[in-house]
């Protein structure tokens, strides 16, 4: 009889690993179980920019970043905040990412992270080809885009990052050449950096509708359910259910920013913070948009998205909890009209999502400490799009018993 495994988490990280783990599993007449509570891409998954952003390579955590904390207090609109009420809880995390902006952990971040990015862009073009999804990806690179030469000099760090991992881009140093690939923008811009290799999907709710839609003609089985309990046992994994229990011989924790509360009775305390971000979404019409934007010095991005115009991004780490401060949607919008003369802001839909992150910017592939059929696949903060299919692609090769294609060591539970 063939083995069975559980999915814990239905957004985009854990129908890709599903939908890889059946292809897999089937053939050797095994089964995957993909649980949620709340539906396929109920939760971050459906409301994010779309992109696949294999270029960004830096983490939040840079040299001289802990330096800005009292102004994220400040500034509760500012594209990284932290609610007073929320900053007592967050200090422990804090104290990781003040370490992790050391020079040592943040050259060693960007090099997992450009590593992993190669893998996860290679893993995305198999899983767009396995699915037959190329209607539903768009490849039109992103611009860069800052208003004074001076700004574009302080992203030199992040262009020579580029530089070192051999990311594709162009440099622009006219309005007249930003307006070559992007018109309608403000001539405030004076400087851009564009690179052709980011692409996004046209949605990211109807992409991972498509894979779990192949999931299920695949033979996969989801459950709409909580989980209540995980028991390691002698013969199998117990999941306590809201109804049925199962058993399973191997378990994948990808819930996202829940994550951690299913690993702590396991006896692994994950550092996972939520950054809240926010967006409206635009309808068709609201501009003629050609290539993803993103303005990063304001700390949000344009994305076209089912025809019409995301406008979103900005950090506000707030936990699970507090209830949303859709000013900030708000404000980033008022923003984007500025920048984007002839933006049409009406019938907008206002979102926010919960990006699950740890203090290094790295996720957590890897096993459990107390159980080597338990494995987590969380935490990838701004890319669970972009790094959905190789993450998925590394946990089949842990399921199934195979050495993974890449070093998993800067990707381990225990590394905190």
């Known amino acids: 009889m063939g083995q069975t495994c559980v999915i814990v988490g239905a957004g985009v990280v854990g129908v890709s690993a599903a939908l890889a783990l059946q292809t897999e599993l089937a053939g050797q007449g095994g089964k995957v179980i993909l649980i949620d509570k709340s539906g396929v891409a109920a939760e971050t998954s ?32 500012g594209p990284l905040s932290i609610p007073p009420s929320y900053a007592a809880k967050l200090t422990p995390w804090l104290l990781r990412f003040w370490r992790a902006s050391w020079q040592d952990q943040y050259r060693a971040s960007i090099a997992a992270q450009a590593a992993f990015m190669v893998h996860c862009k290679a893993a995305t073009e198999r899983q767009i080809k396995d699915v037959a999804g190329e209607a539903m990806i768009l490849r039109q690179g992103a611009l860069h885009l ?3 030469a001076a700004a574009f000099r302080a992203a030199k760090p992040s262009w020579d990052l580029r530089d070192e991992f051999g990311v594709d881009y162009t440099v622009l140093k006219s309005p007249e050449e930003i307006a070559e690939i992007q018109p309608g923008l403000s001539a405030e811009f004076t400087h851009a950096g564009f690179t052709p290799g980011w692409m996004s999907t046209t949605d990211p709710k109807a992409w991972v509708d498509h894979l779990f839609a192949a999931f299920l003609q695949r033979g996969g089985i989801f459950r709409q359910e909580e989980l209540l309990a995980v028991q390691p046992e002698d013969d199998g994994v117990l999941l306590t259910l809201t109804t049925a229990p199962v058993r399973a011989d191997h378990v994948v924790i990808a819930a996202g920013a829940w994550s951690h509360l ?11 913070e939520t950054e809240r971000g926010y967006n409206t979404t635009l309808p068709p019409g609201a501009f003629d948009l050609r290539t993803s934007l993103n303005f990063g010095k304001h ?12 406008v979103g991004g900005a950090v506000e780490l707030g936990g699970l909890d507090l209830p949303p401060n859709y ?9 984007a009209a500025r920048f984007m003369p002839g933006l049409d ?3 907008g839909t206002q979102w926010m999502g919960y990006r699950p992150s740890f203090p290094d910017s790295l996720p957590v592939i890897g096993r459990a400490k107390g159980d080597r059929r338990i494995l987590y696949a969380c935490g990838h903060g ?15 090769d842990l399921v199934i018993g195979r050495d993974p294609s890449m070093d998993l060591t800067s990707f381990r539970a225990d590394r905190f």
């Open 345 to 347: 802001v009406c019938n």
């Open 146 to 148: 800052y208003d004074t």
């Open 382 to 396: 701004h890319f669970g799009l972009t790094q959905s299919a190789g993450t998925a692609e590394l946990v089949a």
């Open 327 to 335: 000013k900030r949607a708000d404000h980033l919008l008022t923003k």
């Open 262 to 272: 299913m690993a702590k009775p396991l006896g692994d305390h994950l550092p996972l």
């Open 46 to 77: 459906q409301g994010n920019a779309g992109a696949f952003a294999f270029t960004s390579v830096e983490p939040m955590a840079h040299p001289g970043i802990v330096k800005q904390v009292p102004g994220w207090l400040l500034d509760p609109l």
């Open 299 to 310: 700390g949000f991005v344009v994305s076209p998205i089912k025809g019409g115009v995301r």
